[in-house]
C-alpha cells in the first residue's frame, strides 16, 4: 500500500485526514466550511488537509456545489480511482466476490464460484488462486488493490483475525497467510456483520441505529448502534439465532434446545418441509423427498417459485417465528430500522416478510415500534462481499 498519512497514526494531521475521510464516507460530499466545522479545525487547515489529500490521490474537487443565489462553494468528496477494494463471501461449497472503488461504487461482480473451503492452509491458499482467476477474468488491474476483505459465517474475532469455522493456527491467521502471499492487506469479518456495513453505507440507509438480520442457512445479526459497527466484549456480538425463545424441543447445532434458528433460519426449513413430507403431505416436493430421502433449499426455493403451498406455509411459520424474535429486539434496542437479508430472505421475499411483519405488531411494544422501519435488503447477494471490501476500507484507512 502506497506510503501516506495512513501509515502515521499519531500524527495530528493524520487523524484529522481520517476522519475527513470517515466524513466523506459517511456523509457523501462536503465544502472546505463544513469539513472544518465538522473537524473543529481552521479554514486553512481544513483548506491545507484537502489538498494534501487531493494531492494523495484520496479526494477530488468535485466542482461547484448546486445552490442558487450568492457564491456557491467547491464541493470536495473522494476520489473512486484512488484504489480499488475486494470483498470475499466465503460458503461451505461457494464464494462470492466484489470489487468496489474507493468511494464505493461497485466495479465487478460474480456469484455462486464453486469453492470448498476447509480448515487447512491449503484452502487458504486455494482462496488466492481463486482471486487472481476472477482478476484475470475480469480483466481488473491488480495493482490498483489497497485491501481485501473476508466474510465467513460463525463467530469470527476482526481484531484477532480468528475464525471459530476455519481457523487451523492461532500463530499463522488466515489473513497472515493471504496478506503474504497476495501483498494486500486483509481483514477477516463475520457474514452478518459484513452483510450489515455494506446495506448500511451502500444500501437500505444511513440511519444511525440499524439490525441487520441475515435469515440463511443459520441466523445471524449485525448491529449498527449510534452510527458504529457493535462488537461486542469479545468481537462476538449478534448471536440473534441462539436466543432461547422456542419451546420446540428441537436441538440447535450450539447443543442447547429451543434456538430461535430452530425454528427460524433455512436449517430450519428444510427440516420442517422434510417433517411434513414424511407424514405424507402433498407437494411439489414430494417427488424428491420419496426418491432420495430429502429436498434442499434451492429445491424449496424454486417450489416457492412455483407457489407451492407446503413450501409457503412452512415459510410463513419461519417468519411467525422470526417475527416473535424480532419484536423483543425492537422493544430492547427501539432501532430505526430493521433490515432482513440473507438467502432464504432474498429467495421468499414477501412471503417471509409478511408474517415478520404481522407477528411484530402483535408482539411489540408500540411505543418502541413507532419509529421503526423494516425492510428487505437492498443489496440482496452482494451484501456480504461489498460490507467486507467497504469494512477493508475503513479499517485500512484507520475509521472503524
Known sequence: MRETFLEKKDNKNSLLKKTILYLCIEQGEHSIAALSEAIGASVPTATKLIGELIDE??????????????????????????GYFIGIDIRNSHATIAVTDFKGGLLSFKDDIPFQMERNEEAVHRIASMLRTFFSEENVEWNKVMGLGISFPGRVNPVTGYSNSYSFDEHRTISHILEEELGIHVVLENDSRAMTYGEYLGGTGKEKNVLFVNVSWGLGMGMILNGKLYYGTSGYSGEFGHFPLLDNG????????????????????????????????????????????????????EAIRSEDILAIEMVEKVGTNLGKGLAGL???????????????AVAAGDYLMLPIRTAVKRHVLNIANQDTTIKITELKRTAAPIGAALLARSRILGIL
Open 330 to 344: 425492537i422493544n430492547i434496542f427501539n432501532p430505526e430500522l430493521v433490515v432482513i437479508g440473507g438467502k432464504l
Open 250 to 301: 428441537q436441538m440447535c447445532r450450539c447443543g442447547k434446545i429451543g434456538c430461535l434458528e430452530t425454528g427460524a433460519s433455512g436449517s430450519a426449513l428444510v427440516r420442517m418441509i422434510g417433517e411434513k413430507l414424511k407424514s405424507g403431505r402433498a407437494s411439489s416436493l414430494a417427488g424428491k423427498y420419496r426418491s432420495e430421502g430429502r429436498v434442499n433449499l434451492n429445491d424449496i426455493f
Open 57 to 82: 490521490g484520496f479526494m477530488v474537487d468535485m466542482g461547484k456545489s448546486g445552490t442558487s443565489g450568492g457564491r456557491r462553494p467547491s464541493i470536495y468528496g473522494l476520489n473512486p480511482e484512488a
